[in-house]
């Protein structure tokens, strides 16, 4: 025990001299490291933990713009507001030692487009924040964005390789099978008689190249024959005659009966055996001309035929055809030759290969689509004519271009854009000019390289970035385009809306170049006001959300309208507002919110043009939902008629003289 109490006791007094020695020799010791280049100019972990944890600033998901040192609530929308990840380091550079650092300007933390050029204090009262310029990133590429390695995998950004390959796309059809015209065939006869045996018992018989198929009594076959054997006989007896003319009109008449036989499909064996054997045969056998399946079945033993009758379709299956409509707008893809993948749903997971054949050259006027012919082997007998089937045609759409994925590029309507990864957790936007698209992956033309890599998801989350970045860099530029170094721009620009709308409040109508104006006589001053009031009245209902007494408001806000026809308000606006009323009066709380948003752009215009006056007097403000992307007016707290309770206070007041 008393071991013990001593090793603490020289503890003790170790720690005391250390801590008198460190206090004492601290300066000596701090310049002795700093001369060696062992010690910088971070405070140590405890310190700069706390320097963090005091510099932390809040925002919000939905409403980026809003921005504060201490958590709470968004003032827009109500959502809890999360911490800014290391104060901005998600969107900043590696911190470089203080004295490598240079203060580019100073901002206000809930408003980024309020900019001094030396520090203050906000119009909130808040303490203006630095921003440090990035001067080697920003030389080697001013529209690359940093984001913080750990934020990269949270918010799950993967990428992909730009390759180039061959561009494809699937077209996919229904198609019917049907018999391959090449190969059908009608059997009938070039001789009139009966038809004594019938080997062809049923339809959808098969049939082997060389079956008998019928045997035919005619007549004038037998006749033929005889008239044969008489010629051949004639040739005999006149061969050795010393006039040439006897001896050649035998051989003429010998022959003409010999091709009247052939005519009639009689076939040289049968007719050498005529002449070998002389005896005639009373019946004529035809035989199929190759394998194939009867059907069609005309003919019945005893009937009599004509020549030329339809007796017998034969269809060699062997290969079937598929036609398959496609649409005229897939027609450019659309080839000979292009791979067919076909599958029945009565043999699930047996895909049969083919191709297509043929473009049929008319197009169908009703159903605009175009008739394609496709051609497959069918060995096994599996497709059968009148069968539904589903047809995959891969065309290939280019032929080794540089190819981007679908999912990596952001069609924002006037542009197409995609976010390629650079070094230093570094992305950088850039702006694509597109080619046809396939299946997985759009043409490039312009704005990309093969091999470099791009984002394929959460690129809106990187996009909102690069756009905030874009317009402070945009006052930045006009502000040193006007040479007004110590001037301050406008607290308030068209690019953003104010965070907070509760404190700092709506620009009234008068701020917004809507009030002032010539007075306006008695009777249209009422009327504008019977215009605002039953317009306020709809929106505080929406704002309720209800739609009760919505519809006899509107029929006091047409009747307004009506009374200022002409005095102030234009047919088009009129007619603008008759169009969406059915859908205010429905008494469908979403049709009427949908049918607000129009109404309330002709009122705007009405208070910002005419009744300026009035709608100052009323002290009217406009606010805009980005949610929605809908502008309102009313008066008093914001109450968003587009959403209702369930983000109430979702509003962003318009800036001067603007509509978004």
């Given at each position: 025990?008393?071991r013990?109490?001593?090793?603490?006791?020289?503890?003790?007094?170790g720690?005391?001299?250390?801590l008198?020695?460190?206090?004492?020799?601290a300066?000596?010791?701090?310049g002795?490291?700093?001369?060696a280049?062992?010690?910088?100019?971070?405070p140590?972990?405890?310190q700069?933990?706390?320097?963090?944890?005091a510099?932390?600033l809040?925002?919000?998901?939905?409403?980026?713009?809003?921005?504060?040192?201490?958590?709470?609530n968004?003032?827009?929308?109500g959502?809890?507001?999360?911490?800014?990840?290391?104060?901005?380091e998600?969107?900043?550079?590696?911190?470089?030692?203080?004295?490598?650092?240079?203060?580019?300007?100073?901002?206000?933390?809930?408003?980024?487009t309020?900019?001094?050029?030396?520090p203050g204090?906000?119009?909130?009262?808040m303490?203006?924040v630095?921003?440090?310029?990035e001067?080697e990133?920003?030389?080697e590429?001013?529209?690359?964005?940093?984001?913080?390695?750990?934020?990269?995998?949270?918010?799950g950004?993967?990428?992909a390789?730009?390759?180039?390959?061959?561009?494809?796309?699937?077209?996919?059809?229904i198609?019917?099978?049907?018999?391959?015209?090449?190969?059908?065939?009608?059997?009938?006869?070039?001789?009139?008689?009966?038809?004594?045996?019938?080997?062809?018992?049923?339809?959808?018989?098969?049939?082997?190249?060389?079956d008998?198929?019928?045997?035919?009594?005619?007549?004038?076959?037998?006749t033929?024959q005889?008239?044969?054997?008489?010629?051949?006989?004639?040739?005999?007896?006149?061969?050795?005659?010393?006039?040439?003319?006897?001896?050649?009109?035998?051989?003429?008449?010998?022959?003409?009966?010999?091709?009247?036989?052939?005519?009639?499909d009689?076939?040289?064996?049968?007719i050498d055996?005529?002449?070998?054997?002389?005896?005639?045969?009373?019946?004529l056998?035809?035989?199929?001309?190759f394998?194939?399946?009867?059907?069609?079945?005309?003919?019945?033993?005893?009937?009599?035929?004509?020549?030329?009758?339809?007796?017998?379709?034969l269809?060699?299956?062997?290969?079937?055809?598929?036609?398959?409509?496609?649409?005229?707008?897939?027609?450019?893809w659309?080839?000979?030759?292009?791979?067919?993948?076909?599958?029945?749903?009565?043999h699930?997971?047996?895909?049969?290969?083919?191709?297509?054949?043929?473009?049929?050259p008319?197009?169908d006027?009703?159903?605009?689509?175009?008739?394609?012919?496709?051609?497959?082997?069918?060995?096994?007998?599996?497709?059968k004519?009148?069968?539904?089937?589903?047809v995959?045609?891969?065309?290939?759409?280019?032929?080794?271009?540089?190819?981007?994925?679908?999912?990596?590029?952001?069609?924002?309507?006037?542009?197409?854009?995609?976010?390629?990864?650079?070094?230093?957790?570094?992305?950088?936007p850039?702006?694509?000019?597109?080619?046809?698209?396939?299946?997985?992956?759009?043409?490039?033309?312009?704005?990309?390289?093969?091999?470099?890599?791009?984002?394929?998801?959460?690129?809106?989350l990187?996009?909102?970035?690069?756009?905030?970045?874009?317009?402070?860099?945009?006052?930045?530029?006009?502000?040193?385009?006007?040479?007004?170094?110590?001037?301050?721009p406008?607290a308030?620009a068209?690019?953003?809306?104010?965070?907070?709308?509760?404190?700092?409040?709506?620009?009234?109508?008068?701020?917004?170049?809507m009030?002032?104006?010539?007075?306006l006589?008695?009777?249209?001053?009422?009327?504008?006001?019977?215009?605002?009031?039953?317009?306020?009245?709809?929106?505080?209902?929406?704002?309720?959300?209800?739609?009760?007494?919505?519809?006899e408001?509107?029929?006091?806000?047409?009747?307004?309208?009506?009374?200022?026809?002409?005095?102030?308000?234009?047919?088009?606006q009129m007619?603008?507002v008759?169009?969406?009323?059915?859908g205010?009066?429905?008494?469908?709380?979403?049709?009427?919110?949908?049918?607000?948003g129009?109404?309330?752009?002709?009122?705007?215009?009405?208070?910002?043009?005419?009744?300026?006056?009035?709608?100052?007097?009323?002290?009217?403000?406009a606010?805009?939902?980005?949610?929605?992307?809908?502008n309102?007016?009313?008066?008093?707290?914001?109450?968003?008629?587009?959403?209702?309770?369930?983000?109430?206070?979702?509003?962003?007041?318009?800036?001067?003289?603007?509509?978004?």
């Amino acid at each position: 025990m008393k071991r013990t109490l001593g090793w603490v006791g020289l503890v003790l007094v170790g720690t005391a001299l250390g801590l008198w020695a460190g206090g004492r020799f601290a300066p000596q010791l701090h310049g002795l490291l700093h001369t060696a280049g062992l010690h910088g100019d971070h405070p140590a972990p405890a310190q700069e933990g706390a320097a963090t944890a005091a510099k932390r600033l809040y925002t919000c998901g939905m409403h980026p713009q809003v921005i504060q040192d201490h958590p709470g609530n968004c003032p827009i929308c109500g959502m809890r507001l999360v911490p800014v990840r290391g104060n901005g380091e998600a969107s900043a550079p590696p911190a470089k030692p203080k004295g490598e650092r240079k203060i580019k300007y100073w901002v206000a933390p809930m408003d980024p487009t309020y900019i001094r050029d030396s520090p203050g204090k906000s119009p909130m009262g808040m303490e203006l924040v630095p921003v440090y310029e990035e001067a080697e990133a920003a030389a080697e590429n001013p529209n690359a964005i940093r984001i913080d390695p750990s934020v990269v995998q949270n918010i799950g950004v993967r990428t992909a390789v730009v390759a180039r390959r061959d561009l494809t796309r699937s077209l996919r059809t229904i198609g019917r099978v049907t018999v391959d015209e090449k190969r059908l065939t009608e059997i009938n006869t070039k001789v009139g008689g009966w038809i004594e045996r019938l080997f062809v018992a049923e339809t959808g018989q098969q049939v082997r190249r060389g079956d008998p198929l019928l045997t035919l009594y005619a007549p004038d076959l037998v006749t033929t024959q005889r008239e044969y054997l008489l010629a051949v006989d004639n040739l005999r007896k006149v061969g050795a005659s010393p006039f040439p003319e006897v001896v050649e009109g035998a051989k003429r008449l010998l022959a003409s009966t010999r091709e009247r036989l052939a005519l009639w499909d009689i076939n040289r064996a049968q007719i050498d055996r005529l002449e070998r054997t002389a005896v005639v045969e009373r019946t004529l056998t035809l035989y199929s001309p190759f394998d194939g399946v009867v059907l069609e079945r005309h003919a019945t033993e005893g009937m009599y035929v004509t020549p030329g009758q339809p007796l017998l379709q034969l269809a060699d299956l062997s290969r079937v055809w598929v036609l398959a409509d496609v649409y005229e707008s897939e027609l450019p893809w659309v080839r000979p030759n292009t791979p067919a993948d076909m599958t029945l749903s009565y043999h699930p997971g047996q895909v049969f290969k083919g191709k297509l054949d043929y473009v049929y050259p008319t197009l169908d006027p009703k159903t605009r689509v175009i008739q394609v012919r496709l051609v497959f082997a069918n060995p096994q007998g599996d497709l059968k004519p009148g069968m539904y089937a589903d047809v995959a045609l891969t065309p290939r759409v280019a032929a080794s271009v540089v190819v981007v994925p679908n999912e990596a590029v952001i069609h924002s309507g006037r542009r197409n854009l995609a976010f390629v990864r650079l070094p230093d957790n570094r992305f950088e936007p850039r702006t694509l000019t597109l080619g046809p698209a396939g299946d997985d992956g759009q043409q490039v033309l312009a704005g990309l390289a093969e091999g470099e890599t791009v984002v394929t998801s959460a690129q809106f989350l990187l996009d909102s970035e690069s756009q905030l970045k874009e317009a402070v860099a945009k006052l930045m530029a006009v502000r040193q385009e006007s040479g007004a170094a110590a001037a301050a721009p406008p607290a308030r620009a068209p690019i953003t809306a104010p965070a907070a709308p509760a404190a700092v409040g709506a620009a009234p109508m008068a701020d917004m170049a809507m009030g002032g104006g010539a007075p306006l006589p008695a009777g249209q001053a009422a009327a504008y006001h019977d215009l605002f009031t039953t317009y306020l009245a709809i929106q505080a209902a929406l704002a309720g959300d209800t739609t009760a007494r919505v519809a006899e408001q509107a029929k006091g806000l047409m009747a307004a309208l009506h009374a200022l026809a002409d005095q102030g308000i234009s047919a088009a606006q009129m007619q603008r507002v008759h169009a969406e009323l059915a859908g205010l009066q429905s008494g469908d709380l979403q049709r009427a919110r949908g049918a607000f948003g129009p109404i309330s752009e002709v009122v705007l215009e009405v208070a910002a043009g005419p009744a300026k006056a009035a709608a100052a007097t009323l002290g009217l403000a406009a606010y805009h939902c980005p949610m929605s992307h809908a502008n309102w007016l009313q008066k008093g707290e914001v109450a968003n008629p587009y959403f209702g309770a369930s983000m109430l206070r979702c509003g962003e007041p318009l800036s001067v003289g603007s509509r978004q």
